[in-house]
């Protein structure tokens, strides 16, 4: 009987290692096939003319070249783009955040008379909108077109984050706020003194999805700025990539004996200009990030 068992628990502990070896495997894969795209564009914004027509992949240039990074800083004023995006992006998740957990804290309160009506309104606002048109007209009327307050206002409080957010707050333990009250807290020094401490996690997450949100903007920075001076990274991008197309023979000699970069090569180190700065910040917030986003999930 004794040996029944150990040969089971044997056959068991095989079979476990066998599938964690395949998870293994098979994630390793998934997270090399994630990685290799954007190693290939790195390289690739760094690459001649030559190298990316004849060959269809590779991690490493044979022959290194910054022309791809010279046009982009020399085309249009990248710099200033990447300074207003950073002034966009802090600004707007700051604010974002600031409404959107003084929006939440309240809704979590089970005494707080009328939340399950105010929470009926916030679901409707993301069932429907008032299109682009009359978003636009309204846009004028108060004064907010041309600025980044279009940009920042509209969206200050994401439904779908709010409710990621107030989903947590409710599944914080209840007696931490009886027993500050019985202290003598106000509602105020509760939440900026124990709730805000214990919800590192998820503001930390939604942070990270607004910020990434505010830094990716195109569509609405394309429609409401007109001052090239105020263009984010964004539209910058856009403008190199059109310019790409349209090098000229004087334009040409800056370079050196490479020529002027190719149309692919700047294309790549947009999308490496674009891309670096945020994930860059992601590091700071790993930590938070899975914890973050699954607990205020999860059904309160």
């Known amino acids: 009987m004794a040996a029944n068992l150990t040969k089971s628990k044997k056959v068991g502990s095989l079979g476990s290692k066998i599938t964690d070896i395949v998870i293994y495997v098979v994630l390793g894969l998934i997270a090399i096939s994630t990685v290799l795209p954007f190693l290939y564009i790195i390289a690739g914004s760094f690459a001649t003319e030559k190298e990316l027509t004849e060959k269809a992949f590779f991690i490493v240039p044979t022959v ?93 409080i994401s439904p779908f984050n709010m409710i990621i957010i107030k989903k947590f707050f409710q599944e914080l333990p209840t007696e931490l706020e009886e027993s500050a009250y019985i202290d003598g807290c106000s509602d105020l020094r509760i939440f900026l003194k124990i709730i805000l401490p214990l919800s590192k996690p998820v503001i930390a997450s939604i942070s990270l999805f607004y910020g990434v949100g505010f830094w990716n903007d195109y569509f609405n920075s394309m429609i409401y700025l007109k001052s090239p001076e105020k263009f984010p990274v964004q539209i910058q991008l856009r403008s190199i990539i059109l310019l790409t197309s349209q090098v000229s023979d004087a334009l040409m000699d800056y370079y050196d004996l490479y020529g002027a970069p190719p149309d692919k090569a700047v294309k790549m180190a947009c999308t490496v200009i674009a891309t670096v700065p945020i994930l860059v910040v992601y590091p700071f917030v790993q930590k938070y990030f899975t914890k973050g986003v699954m607990v205020g999930a999860l059904k309160g």
């Open 64 to 156: 290194w070249s910054l022309n791809a990074y010279k046009y982009a800083i020399k085309s249009v004023n990248i710099l200033r783009g990447l300074l207003n995006s950073c002034i966009l992006t802090a600004l707007g998740t700051t604010l974002c955040m600031l409404f959107t957990l003084t929006f939440a804290y309240p809704l979590s309160r089970r005494d707080f008379k009328g939340r399950n009506w105010i929470m009926n309104l916030v679901i409707v606002t993301m069932l429907f909108g008032g299109g682009m048109i009359p978003s636009y007209i309204v846009y004028c009327a108060y004064g907010l077109y041309d600025t980044y307050w279009a940009l920042i206002l509209p969206g200050l």
